[in-house]
Structure formats: structure tokens, C-alpha cells
């Protein structure tokens, strides 16, 4: 066959059945001119190597829920669909442990571990849709953070294709065997900047046997504050803690007054016993406690992943969210906050003035946090800076060194800021 152009070059490198059609995957107001859904690592490797070769740049992508995610696509030759890679390699559940390709569903894979009574103890935005490699990706932490480990303490091991065409493995399978350099905590959250997931191995956890969610009406939220501490503070067996403003409970399909939502989980006594407790301090505050549902914490979990809105997420202490919550309403934002992890979330239907997000991170800045812009359209994030890193030159050096051309999402994670 004659390779007459690097779209060419590309077509060649990989079966005919694996090309898509570039009108289903824009990206920022942009197409790729050709897609690609290739079902093995290997076509993967080869697919970045000839791009390399030929000056293409690859955007990879699963579930399609992190798009607003960093910096805007500005040049894009190449989509990337992973999801043509969604086996389980290895599933060991006497050892809590797990073996995946990138592109297996969350909802898939906490399917085929239900089975067997245990779960990946994660809950990112906006629901079960991620893909296992935008889930480590992206690591964007959910109401969860602060009482299960974060995505990046999961994983045992790694493989991922490289710009030069090398599968690199990373780590091990079982938690016994854990060897090699930790390369895999690299690739976690970097956006594909520095290689293309295509399987991971991570720690697993028992189903909890019960779970209880109670929402407890706060009347102002300078009390849900407080109830919201108090609760982070207690002896509970609690999986999930947000503190909820009156604009978002609403949203959140609970009467328009501030929340503190508790999500509960663990064997059954200790899950009535902790519901007993939440009475109590509901009573000593003030706060009238009932039991909901799943729906509330659905609800939060797909405002914090709302491709179409503006949504930032703020690190601060937990002594100032009731200040940074109120900063946020104050700029239009739908407010809520997870105290276990000094998270507030912001969400703007109407987006924000870049004046405004550039405000919130001074102020949490001054307070020793960051801001981080998790969704925004295009304009907002070529105006302010999507993350709030001073690690830029180490980014730049590992860039040059695992992606020297700047094949993989050029420009979208935090080198050339």
C-alpha cells in the first residue's frame, strides 16, 4: 500500500474496522480529521508512534465526560476512542483486586464486582459513565474523598502506551507484588499528557452491607456549617459528607434551605448505630434530620461534572468553608462543600466572568488553597489559567521526556501556561 499523506500513514498503522467517523467526536467547536476505536493495546502503541512520525496530535478519549477539563483543544488531528478496550484482564476476588482495560465503563466493571460483593470505593463526576482511564486520568475526587482513599492510592500497577510506540507496565497486580518504580501515580491526574492508559490494576473493597442517607435541615448555613463539622468529627460510620447551600439542595431535589447531607455506609449495626448518632447532634444543633435517598447525591455528583456549566473546585481549610461557600454563592454560583476534604464546589448555568474565578482563587489562595476550574467553555479557559500549580517546569521537563513531540493533548494540561 502507498502512504501518500500522515492521515494515510495512520489509516495504514491500524485495521480498517477500528477507523470512526470524526463527526462524533468534537471537541471544543473542533473535529478531528480521522477517529480511531482501536480494541487492542498494541494498535493503540502503534497509533501514537505514527502519529509521532508524522506530527499528529492525538486526543485520547472514553466516556466523553471530561471534555471541559483543561485547557481548550487547539489543534486536533487525531480522536482516540478507548473504549474499543474493555476487557477484564484479571479478576481475583479473594484478593480484592483487579485487573481492567482503560476503556471498561465504571458502571461495567462496579457491575461485575457487585456479583461478588465488592466495589472500587470511587464515586467521580458526573456518574458511573467514566471509563477506568479517564477515572485515573482525570482523578477528580467526589464527595467520598476524606473517608475512602483516592484514586491515585488504588492502584497497584499500570500499563500505558507511549508517543514512541512502548507499552510501559508499571507496579504489579496483587498487593503482594507490588514492584517497579510507581510510575502509575505520574499518569494519574496528568490528563494523558505523558502517555495513554490502556490498563490498570487496582485495590478493591467489600459492598458495604448497609447504607443510609440523611438530610438535615440546617434553617441557615452558618448551622449546617457547624452540623457539617460536627458530624465530620463524630465516630460515624460515614462514606460521604457535604455541606449544601439553599440553591443547590434545591437542585438536589431537597427543600430550598441549607443541608448537611450524610451518606452512611458499613456493616448494619454500625450504620444504625451512626443514623442514632446523627440524630443527636441534628438535635443538639437545631437541625431537623430526615432520610432521603440516593437522588441528593446523585444530583451533586452530576452538577460537579456539568459539561455545559461553568464549575469550579476549590481547596481551602475546613474552618473557612462557610466564608468561601458564601464568596461562592456571592458570584452566582450554586455552592456546596465536602468538609472531610476542604472541598467547595461552585456550578454557574450562565457561566462566569473570568474576573470572578480569578477573585475565588485569590481567595483561596491567601487562605493556602487553590482553585481549579473543572468545567468552562473555551473562552474562559484560554482566559484564566484551568488549574493552580507552581510545578510548571517540572511539567515541562517530563513532558520533554515522555512525549518530546507533543503527540498527546498539546497543550491541554499545564505546559506552555
Known amino acids: 500500500m502507498?502512504?501518500?499523506?500522515?492521515?494515510?500513514?495512520?489509516?495504514?498503522?491500524?485495521?480498517?474496522?477500528?477507523?470512526?467517523?470524526?463527526?462524533?467526536?468534537?471537541?471544543?467547536?473542533?473535529?478531528?480529521?480521522?477517529?480511531?476505536?482501536?480494541?487492542?493495546?498494541?494498535?493503540v502503541a502503534e497509533l501514537l508512534r505514527t502519529a509521532a512520525r508524522h506530527d499528529l496530535v492525538v486526543v485520547p478519549q472514553g466516556g466523553r465526560t471530561a471534555l471541559a477539563l483543561g485547557r481548550p483543544v487547539d489543534r486536533y488531528d487525531v480522536a482516540l476512542d478507548t473504549r474499543g478496550l474493555r476487557r477484564l484482564v484479571e479478576y481475583?476476588?479473594?484478593?480484592?483486586?483487579?485487573?481492567?482495560?482503560?476503556?471498561?465503563?465504571?458502571?461495567?466493571?462496579?457491575?461485575?464486582?457487585?456479583?461478588?460483593?465488592q466495589y472500587l470505593?470511587?464515586?467521580?463526576?458526573?456518574?458511573?459513565?467514566?471509563?477506568?482511564?479517564?477515572?485515573?486520568?482525570?482523578?477528580?475526587?467526589?464527595?467520598?474523598?476524606?473517608?475512602?482513599?483516592?484514586?491515585?492510592?488504588?492502584?497497584?500497577?499500570?500499563?500505558?502506551?507511549?508517543?514512541?510506540?512502548?507499552?510501559?507496565?508499571?507496579?504489579?497486580?496483587?498487593?503482594?507484588?507490588?514492584?517497579?518504580y510507581d510510575l502509575h501515580r505520574l499518569h494519574t491526574g496528568a490528563l494523558g499528557a505523558f502517555g495513554v492508559i490502556v490498563e490498570a490494576s487496582l485495590k478493591l473493597a467489600p459492598l458495604p452491607v448497609a447504607t443510609r442517607s440523611l438530610a438535615l435541615r440546617c434553617g441557615d448555613l452558618a448551622r449546617a456549617v457547624r452540623v457539617g463539622l460536627a458530624l465530620r468529627d463524630a465516630p460515624l460510620s460515614l462514606r460521604g459528607l457535604a455541606v449544601i447551600a439553599p440553591r443547590a439542595s434545591a437542585h438536589a431535589s431537597l427543600p430550598h434551605e441549607p443541608h448537611a447531607l450524610v451518606d452512611l455506609a458499613g456493616v448494619e449495626e454500625a450504620v444504625v448505630r451512626s443514623a442514632r448518632e446523627v440524630d443527636e447532634v441534628a438535635r443538639r444543633h437545631g437541625a431537623t434530620p430526615a432520610e432521603v435517598g440516593e437522588r441528593p447525591w446523585q444530583r451533586l455528583r452530576a452538577l460537579a461534572g456539568d459539561e455545559s456549566a461553568t464549575v469550579v473546585r476549590l481547596g481551602v481549610p475546613a474552618t473557612a468553608t462557610l466564608?468561601?461557600?458564601?464568596?461562592?454563592?456571592?458570584?452566582?454560583?450554586?455552592?456546596?462543600a465536602y468538609p472531610a476534604s476542604?472541598?467547595?464546589?461552585?456550578?454557574?448555568?450562565?457561566?462566569?466572568?473570568?474576573?470572578?474565578?480569578?477573585?475565588?482563587?485569590?481567595?483561596?489562595?491567601?487562605?493556602?488553597?487553590?482553585l481549579q476550574v473543572e468545567a468552562a467553555s473555551p473562552e474562559l479557559r484560554r482566559r484564566v489559567d484551568p488549574f493552580d500549580v507552581d510545578e510548571r517546569e517540572a511539567v515541562e521537563r517530563l513532558k520533554a521526556q515522555f512525549d518530546p513531540g507533543h503527540v498527546i493533548n498539546r497543550g491541554r494540561w499545564m505546559e506552555g501556561l
Not at 13 to 40: K, M, N
Open 92 to 117: 481475583v476476588p479473594d484478593d480484592l483486586t483487579i485487573t481492567a482495560e482503560a476503556g471498561i465503563s465504571l458502571r461495567h466493571l462496579q457491575d461485575a464486582l457487585g456479583e461478588h460483593g
Open 2 to 43: 502507498t502512504v501518500t499523506s500522515p492521515l494515510d500513514a495512520v489509516r495504514h498503522a491500524l485495521p480498517s474496522d477500528t477507523e470512526r467517523e470524526p463527526h462524533d467526536y468534537a471537541i471544543d467547536g473542533l473535529l478531528p480529521r480521522v477517529a480511531f476505536s482501536p480494541d487492542d493495546r498494541r494498535e
Open 121 to 180: 470505593p470511587v464515586d467521580p463526576p458526573p456518574d458511573d459513565r467514566v471509563t477506568l482511564g479517564g477515572l485515573l486520568a482525570t482523578a477528580r475526587p467526589g464527595a467520598w474523598r476524606g473517608f475512602t482513599p483516592g484514586v491515585r492510592d488504588l492502584i497497584l500497577g499500570m500499563t500505558v502506551a507511549l508517543p514512541d510506540g512502548l507499552l510501559a507496565r508499571s507496579g504489579g497486580r496483587v498487593v503482594k507484588n507490588v514492584s517497579g
Open 342 to 370: 476542604g472541598i467547595v464546589m461552585g456550578h454557574a448555568d450562565a457561566g462566569l466572568q473570568a474576573g470572578a474565578v480569578s477573585a475565588l482563587r485569590d481567595r483561596a489562595r491567601a487562605l493556602g488553597g487553590y
Open 323 to 336: 466564608e468561601v461557600v458564601e464568596e461562592v454563592r456571592a458570584v452566582g454560583c450554586l455552592a456546596w
